[in-house]
């Protein structure tokens, strides 16, 4: 049976999406859409009818999954939630029953509280035996225990109406929906990468701030500034006006063009606002590490993704940070829901695949690591810190 992924990508103000094939190593683009659909458009249930069709031409023995990747500032009170469950018992093997009870118990935890889940992911395993502890990033199965603590980590929101509008518009055209935050899809990406990581997102509305562990976000940040207002007071501050597109190239090309005298006065002046961006970033990234919890922790990588990430990882000094390495997303990934290299969507499928394969079995992963707990007038650059700190 052919297994295929139809893949929405959803902003505050357009849709998105694609067709995958999973063939067993990779997956394979197969169809794109043309154009992105604003969310208000009647084209909308014209894009449904258009993917309806061309689904029902696939081959007839297919298993077409549906996942719905939103970004983060769809949903407004979006925030993240850390929760533990038990189990314990003087000796048990943690089984698919002992899961099972570990899963009722987040389900009773959310039906009793006023948020609800948009995504759940465990992330630690913390096992019992005597007087040892181990820690296991993966559900221990069939191993003896007397204790069994599972780490959750959930995006969760207040903001039900919405999430409710969104369910219904894809449930009501396609089976098998699945629904990620793209934060927590980029997250997954940093599963087999040790430790604490850290990822700076700059989207065209919002930017973000995560502190990732074996693949979840368990400490995250959105400010409401993103690109958007970027290439506005850009353009608020230069002589002449110029397109979102024609600043982002000329961000690929100062990305291009690092070592080269730039003899351009209009380059120059964006490439010092641009800089000035950065270093508001480099700062919200500083005092994010610096919070009491996090101040002594050792942050193994940064993670840059967005338009801004070249310009930021050039401005950026990693001793300073103590960081092992720094990743730039931007150089792997163009952003773009066109191409096959999408990592939010690529990351949501996987997820999803995973999910499958883990209804019957589940690989034991013990960490060999051990890690503490997370316990009057404006100057531009005054201005541009306001805008992404207000």
Known sequence: MKKYFLDFRVSKNYISWTVLEDCETKQKTVRVSEKLIPVNSS????????????????????????NVIFNDDVLSNLEIKLIETHYLQECFSADKRVKDELSLQLSKHFHSSEYIPVTIKSYRYLAYQKVSVKEYLQFPL????????????????????????????????????NYFIKTQSLANYYKEFDGFNLLLDT????????????????????????????YEMINQNSRVTKSNTDIQNIIRYLTKSKNINILDDGVVSIKKMLDEFAACYIK????????????????????LSGVLANII?????????????????????????????????????????????????????ITNRINNEINPRKSFLNKIWYAITK
Do not use: W
């Not at 909308?44 to 081959?59: E, G, V």
């Not at 990351?347 to 589940?362: A, H, I, V, W, Y």
């Open 43 to 66: 084209d909308i249930t014209k894009m449904f009818d258009s993917i309806k069709k061309y689904l029902n031409n696939l081959p007839l023995n297919k298993n077409v999954i549906t």
């Open 203 to 230: 989207e065209d509305s919002y930017s973000s701030l995560s502190l990732i562990y074996n693949g979840a976000v368990i400490k995250y940040k959105r400010l409401s500034v993103g690109m958007d207002k970027i």
């Open 142 to 177: 069939n191993k003896q225990f007397s204790k069994l603590i599972s780490k959750n980590s959930a995006f969760v929101t207040t903001d039900i109406e919405t999430l409710n509008n969104i369910q219904r518009l894809f449930e009501y055209n396609f089976d098998k929906v």
């Open 313 to 365: 990882e050039t401005n950026l000094n990693p001793s300073a940070f103590n960081l092992n390495k720094v990743h730039n997303l931007y150089k792997d990934n163009s952003e773009s829901i066109f191409l096959n290299n999408d990592i939010a969507i690529l990351q949501s499928n996987l997820m999803t695949k995973l999910d499958e394969e883990d209804q019957n079995k589940t690989v034991n992963t």
């Open 284 to 303: 919200l990234i500083s005092e994010f590490l610096n919070c009491d919890e996090l101040k002594d922790q050792k942050i193994n990588m940064l993670a």
